[in-house]
């Protein structure tokens, strides 16, 4: 077996990947081969919405975040469970693993935003279709109870997903642009020049590469490559290489 070392690196402004750390008893069968990249986002582009866990408060709640996409460039089709209520859930189980299915397979959907975290994700895990999902890799994005759905998502197909706001978080400045550089800009600098992108933990994306292979000093002139809305913005990164993860 190759040895392999792992290139951890702490950002200030740029994203990355997902979670992916698992446990092999937690969510069945571990996807081992490699990692599979949905493709990137453009302008123009449509973002499923939907509610795998809690229920929203309001409907405005639905209108701002879609409000949200529409600034960053890109359509919004929001699905059947949305706007529901179903106790503490937006709906039963199999709806709610139906509709984000529904969306996975929506040939109009670039990409599967979510409306907010809460609780129930975990109960969704044995009721996706992780061979659809495999099939039809798109960009998965929220945190809280959706980092559930994401981390059996990337264990089970590869498929990277990401951790980042959903629709009822505080959309500042900072969250919208860390949105923008990551799903458009951000790791694929990295990945293009052989920095495979396995994790990111916060603000630290973690890259996975042979031995011998780079320096450290490269991967963070790469990560800190300003898109042209963002020249003159002072950036900076710090991070260190070792065998396998840690935490400073």
């Known amino acids: 077996m190759d040895r392999r070392t792992f290139l951890p690196l702490l950002v200030t402004a740029v994203g990355g990947a997902s979670c992916l750390s698992t446990n092999a008893s937690d969510f069945g069968t571990i996807h081992t081969p490699g990692l599979l990249l949905p493709k990137r986002l453009k302008p123009g582009d449509t973002i499923g919405i939907t509610a795998p866990a809690a229920p929203i408060r309001h409907h405005e709640e639905i209108e701002n975040f879609q409000k949200i996409l529409e600034e960053l460039g890109f359509n919004s089709k929001v699905g059947m469970v949305a706007e529901r209520k179903y106790g503490y859930l937006s709906a039963p189980d199999d709806e709610r693993a139906a509709d984000f299915m529904m969306l996975v397979q929506d040939p109009e959907v670039d990409a599967i935003f979510f409306i907010r975290g ?70 694929w600098k990295a990945e293009q020049n052989g920095y495979r992108v396995i994790a990111t933990v916060y603000d630290e994306i973690i890259s996975e590469v042979p031995r ?32 396998r993860y840690r935490k400073d």
Do not use: Q
């Open 212 to 243: 011998g292979f780079g320096n450290l000093r490269d991967f963070e002139r790469l990560i800190c490559e300003l898109p042209d809305w963002a020249k003159g913005i002072p950036l900076t990164a710090g991070g260190w290489r070792g065998k």
């Open 118 to 187: 809460g609780w129930g994700c975990a109960r969704l895990v044995d009721l996706l279709d992780y061979e659809i999902i495999a099939n039809h890799p798109k960009i998965i994005m929220g945190f809280s109870d959706i980092t559930t759905l994401l981390n059996a998502i990337t264990a089970r197909t590869g498929l990277v997903t990401f951790h980042g706001p959903g629709g009822n978080s505080s959309w500042n400045d900072y969250s919208v642009e860390y949105v923008r550089d990551l799903l458009v800009n951000g790791m």
